[in-house]
T-cell receptor
């Protein structure tokens, strides 16, 4: 099983460039989210989606856009890269919410995308 | 809003010794709690979770955690660690209104020394 697949694994950008981090899951999960991981700060939620066509902001949404046209895909777009966006990005998905009628809220993570902005 | 605090950024321990990684949370509503592990250069994987019922939960690789509502804690323990347990550990919280979002702590690096 592929699970959650992120591409690319590594990327170097110059300030001001734009790019898209791809995320795809093959588990038919409704919920998908993007986190960034920085040393000493844990994982911070950027954007999330509760289903196709529905997205919302997390803790640190500025500088990022998302869309969810299909259940499987949840790309993250950097509009104009800045050095502050140098980070490791993780995409995650889950079948349901904790305490809900389905699933347990457990997140399944991709292997991460390491982005450096010069 | 919910928040999670992991009280130790690094925990060094010798192989075969017991270990406890501490996690405290803040929430005005009922919570669901998770511990994840991240091995070097990998994504996160679930160690264990508390949703309801018994406050002592057991996970993979011999880890367990106890939910203490009065102290708003969810500490992770293992009676005897191995070198292979060296990793970063994250505590996370969710609520029924969070629609799939988890809020993570800052992480604790467990360093197991021979």
């Amino acid at each position: 099983n592929a699970g959650v697949t992120q591409t690319p694994k590594f990327q170097v950008l110059k300030t001001g460039q734009s790019m898209t981090l791809q995320c795809a899951q093959d588990m038919n999960h409704e919920y998908m989210s993007w986190y960034r991981q920085d040393p000493g700060m844990g994982l911070r939620l950027i954007h999330y989606s509760v289903g196709a066509g529905i997205t919302d902001q997390g803790e640190v949404p500025n500088g990022y856009n998302v869309s969810r046209s299909t259940t499987e895909d949840f790309p993250l777009r950097l509009l104009s890269a800045a050095p502050s966006q140098t980070s490791v990005y993780f995409c995650a998905s889950s079948y349901g919410v904790a305490g809900g009628l389905r699933g347990t809220g457990e997140l399944f993570f991709g292997e991460g995308s390491r982005l450096t902005v010069l | 809003a919910q928040s999670v605090t992991q009280l130790d950024s690094q925990v060094p321990v010798f192989e075969e010794a017991p270990v406890e990684l501490r996690c405290n949370y803040s929430s005005s509503v009922s919570v669901y709690l998770f511990w994840y592990v991240q091995y070097p250069n990998q994504g996160l994987q679930l160690l264990l979770k508390y949703l309801s019922g018994s406050t002592l939960v057991k996970g993979i690789n011999g880890f367990e955690a106890e939910f203490n509502k009065s102290q708003t804690s969810f500490h992770l323990r293992k009676p005897s660690v191995h070198i292979s347990d060296t990793a970063e550990y994250f505590c996370a919280v969710s609520t029924s209104s969070n629609t799939g979002k988890l809020i993570f702590g800052q992480g604790t690096t467990l360093q197991v020394k021979p």
